[in-house]
């Protein structure tokens, strides 16, 4: 299945990859990221945070969050 992307032009400063998924998405996403900087080659040679103007391709879709088992801690056996 081929990913789909959007473009986002990054408008202001001091803007991060993970902000931009947080304000994508409203959550934080396994994997994302690496989505992206596999579709940016050239945003990991840019530093921290992004320089303005710079377009970004975000998926489309966001990965589903996988469910998290916790193993519960017994004080007392």
Known sequence: MATT??????????????????????????????????????????GAYLPVGTIVKIPIDAPTPGAVQVEAIRLWS
């Open 5 to 46: 992307f959007e473009e986002v032009k990054v408008a202001g400063e001091f803007i991060t990859i993970d902000l931009l998924v947080w304000r994508r998405f409203k959550r934080r996403a396994d994997g994302i990221v690496d989505r992206i900087l596999m579709a940016n080659p050239e945003l990991a040679t840019a």
